[in-house]
């Protein structure tokens, strides 16, 4: 029973890793990077922060994602592979136009509620 209770948080983990990348791409898609967003997505350990400066803006837009819409479910802790999308965003100065599109998409409910999981807003 151990073993299937560790299988199954396993899959429930991947299966929330999937969501929350599905949602970024999608948002990434809307914004008109339907070819780069696997790339803008992946990470590696060999990644780096193209601009050092850029790591406390990075940070407090991942905090303000995080904070201020639901493209993290309320149980996920913040993924430091996402601060370095937000890095290349800002690289490419597409970040707060992520964050607006973001905010449209997955917009925070009281309570926490997710709401509608699969609809998602046109873009703009």
Known sequence: QEWQKINYDIYTLRQTRKEVRSRWKHILEDLGFQ???D???SV???S???DSQN???ARDILLKLSEETNI???SWELSERYLFVVDRLIALDAADEFFKMASAVYPK???GDRGDE???APPS
């Open 35 to 37: 070819k780069e967003a």
């Open 39 to 41: 790339s803008l997505l």
């Open 44 to 46: 590696t350990k060999l």
């Open 48 to 50: 780096i922060i193209s």
């Open 55 to 57: 790591m406390s803006k």
């Open 72 to 74: 993290f479910p309320t």
């Open 109 to 111: 409910r009281p309570g």
């Open 118 to 120: 699969g609809t998602r």
